[in-house]
């Protein structure tokens, strides 16, 4: 399995025919990346039925971001902490971005793509036109979740119950709850690593909230605090895992963001 497999299992090959053969596909300012990080415990599969609803459109290129330890990343050893894991994803992002793109994360994956966009910015690298994030408080606040690496399993239990957004299935099944809890509590050590230290972003943010989530519209509107540009919040009706309970409702309203973003490159 190669580098691109790992680290974008639903577009690899998409990605691989771009750079082999540039001729077949339109030209890169009609079309617009998405690199999605998920939530702490889930995989890039989180966003897979995004890449199936755009698969036939020419202008928006959902990519899902595995990261090392699971999916087709489980082989390799987990970030212990958000640089290190930013360091990994740097290390292969310059050989698949083109601009324009947008960087997107949801919860846990929300911090690492504030920390991916920043240190793009501090190192010069072409910015993305937008970071889009969803249910997750401001790097630089108190997290209303009371969820830690330090909780106890029951603890966690209780807690991604109320969230939603695992399946029966695991929550009814001993060992595979199990293998969950290890990925998240692991997931929650690394997103504790993360230390604000006065970064601000020179990109516009927009940020996505539920008004059933800790993260609520009051708490959110404090990533404005974080950027020098333009900022936006839009509340949806639901809980922590609002993004894939409002299925296409919410995904038509991303990619009706995504698509006036595009448009106003031009």
């Known amino acids: 399995m190669n580098i691109l497999q790992r680290w974008f299992p639903f577009n690899h090959r998409k990605i691989q025919e771009e750079q082999e053969n540039t001729d077949s596909?339109?030209?890169?300012?009609?079309?617009?990346?998405?690199?999605?990080?998920?939530?702490?415990?889930?995989?890039?599969?989180?966003?897979?039925?995004?890449?199936?609803?755009?698969?036939?459109?020419?202008?928006?290129d959902f990519i899902p971001v595995e990261i090392p330890g699971r999916g087709n990343h489980i082989t390799s050893p987990a970030a212990t902490s958000i640089d290190e894991l930013v360091e990994a994803?740097?290390?292969?992002?310059?050989?698949?971005?083109?601009?324009?793109?947008?960087?997107?994360g949801h919860s846990?994956?929300?911090?690492?793509?504030?920390?991916?966009?920043?240190?793009?910015?501090e190192r010069g690298f072409q910015l993305p036109e937008k970071l889009?994030?969803?249910?997750?408080?401001?790097?630089?606040?108190?997290d209303p979740n009371p969820l830690s690496s330090a909780s106890t399993d029951?603890?966690?239990?209780?807690?991604?119950?109320?969230?939603?957004?695992?399946?029966e299935a695991i929550l009814n099944h001993p060992e595979m709850l199990q293998?969950?809890?290890?990925?998240l509590r692991g997931d929650l050590r690394t997103h504790e690593s993360l230390r604000y230290t006065g970064q601000k972003l020179q990109i516009p943010i927009e940020v996505h909230c539920a008004t059933q989530d800790d993260a609520t519209k009051e708490i959110v509107e404090y990533?404005?605090?974080v950027t020098t540009d333009e900022f936006h919040i839009k509340e949806f009706e639901g809980h922590h895992f609002f993004i894939q309970a409002l299925g296409e409702t919410y995904l038509n309203s991303l990619m009706d963001t995504?698509?006036?973003t595009r448009k106003s490159l031009s």
């Not at 939530?39 to 890039?44: D, K, T």
């Not at 994030?133 to 401001?138: D, I, L, N, P, T």
Request: charge should be neutral.
């Open 25 to 60: 596909f339109r030209p890169s300012e009609e079309r617009i990346q998405v690199f999605c990080f998920p939530s702490a415990g889930s995989s890039a599969g989180l966003y897979r039925s995004w890449c199936n609803a755009t698969h036939d459109m020419s202008d928006i």
């Open 89 to 104: 994803f740097l290390s292969v992002f310059p050989k698949v971005v083109r601009a324009p793109y947008i960087i997107y």
């Open 108 to 121: 846990f994956g929300a911090a690492v793509a504030f920390q991916v966009a920043y240190t793009l910015q």
């Open 132 to 142: 889009i994030v969803a249910g997750r408080h401001a790097p630089h606040m108190q």
């Open 154 to 167: 029951a603890e966690i239990i209780e807690e991604i119950k109320k969230m939603g957004g695992t399946p």
């Open 179 to 183: 293998f969950t809890l290890s990925q």
């Open 223 to 225: 990533w404005k605090e």
């Open 258 to 260: 995504i698509t006036q």
